[in-house]
């Protein structure tokens, strides 16, 4: 039997860019899987939730589990590799702070429901058929999971030991984690595993963002041609850099594109979208209302902007009596 570390991997509600960053370590898997076992990886290999359930509880020594919790089955699975594990790491946005799953959070349970399987124009069931969580038919009983009423970080669930954060993370954040796992050189438990400064301290255009921003309006992309070497702020861009943590090596900004602010906060921020909209409010040159109406259209979503990964961890947010 092998002695080497047991670590495992698994993917919830996510759109499986994570998944896909683990192979983007590309030779450095290699260093991965020659240093570790993997019990669990779905998405690759073939293993069983009866292998896991038949684990000694603490045998795997690190599980990096992505994406949020919607269903009965993600909530059933991440209490189970709480159980097995020593370390239970959220990989990723969704699994750190809601991700792009929570923006669901804007809408009820029923409203979803009601859209995807009645309203939505591509649809067609003039029986209103929706799916159940069990199905009985000719003495064989077919069961699906439980839609939860709202999208939750991991750790809103079960505790999290450590956190690895990004859309996808990159490769880099990875083998560092790994490597700290398996050398026993480990942060305080509940830490970031990326640095705990503002992006706009990486930012490669720093030397160019304004001491003081006055902006008139705020424009999005897709309606300028964006100057690759000034402030994506100063060109009147929603840049979430000033309220989210660096570490992911600025991979929007050299793409000439905006932060949209899947690294989070750091840990001096304690609601992510609450700081960025404080901090863009302050830039707005506008006094009266019709140059607030102004700069306002700039930005039509703004709880798709300023909450696009982390709507889940919102301060603002209704209260909720069950999840079931």
């Not at 702070?97 to 349970?109: E, K, M, V, Y």
């Not at 090596?249 to 979208?273: K, L, Q, V, Y």
Request: with cysteine.
């Amino acid at each position: 039997m092998s002695t080497k570390p047991k670590i495992a991997f698994y993917w919830c509600a996510s759109c499986g860019g994570c998944e896909e960053s683990v192979v983007d370590l590309a030779e450095d898997i290699l260093m991965v899987l020659d240093a570790v076992d993997i019990v669990l990886w779905p998405v690759a290999l073939d293993f069983k939730k009866k292998d896991v359930e038949a684990m000694p509880d603490k045998s795997i020594v690190a599980t990096l589990l992505n994406g949020a919790i919607r269903s009965s089955e993600q909530e059933e699975m991440a209490r189970l590799l709480r159980r097995k594990s020593q370390y239970l790491i959220a990989y990723g946005s969704c699994a750190h702070t809601g991700g792009i799953p929570a923006l669901a959070n804007q809408f009820s349970r029923e409203q979803i429901m009601k859209y995807v399987y009645e309203d939505a124009p591509t649809v067609a069931n003039e029986n209103k058929t929706r799916p159940v969580t069990e199905f009985k038919d000719n003495g064989r009983t077919a069961t699906l999971p439980e839609f939860r009423k709202v999208v939750r970080a991991l750790d809103q669930v079960v505790e999290v030991d450590y956190y690895i954060p990004g859309c996808p993370p990159t490769s880099k954040l990875l083998k560092e984690a790994v490597l700290a796992l398996l050398s026993g050189k480990l942060p305080p438990k509940g830490s970031v595993l990326a640095p705990d400064i503002a992006l706009c301290e990486q930012c490669p255009r720093v030397d160019s963002k304004p001491q003081d921003l006055s902006l008139t309006e705020f424009k999005r992309p897709h309606q300028v041609i964006i100057d690759p070497d000034k402030c994506l702020l100063a060109q009147g861009l929603a840049c979430m850099g000033p309220a989210t943590r660096g570490g992911c090596e600025a991979r929007c900004i050299t793409g000439n594109m905006p932060c949209t602010g899947c690294f989070g906060p750091t840990s001096r921020i304690r609601d992510h979208g609450a700081k960025i909209l404080s901090y863009m409010a302050s830039t707005a040159a506008g006094k009266d209302d019709k140059e607030i109406e102004k700069i306002l259209a700039g930005i039509p979503d703004p709880v798709g902007t300023f909450y696009r990964y982390g709507l889940a961890k919102c301060m603002l947010r209704g209260k909720v009596t069950s999840h079931e």
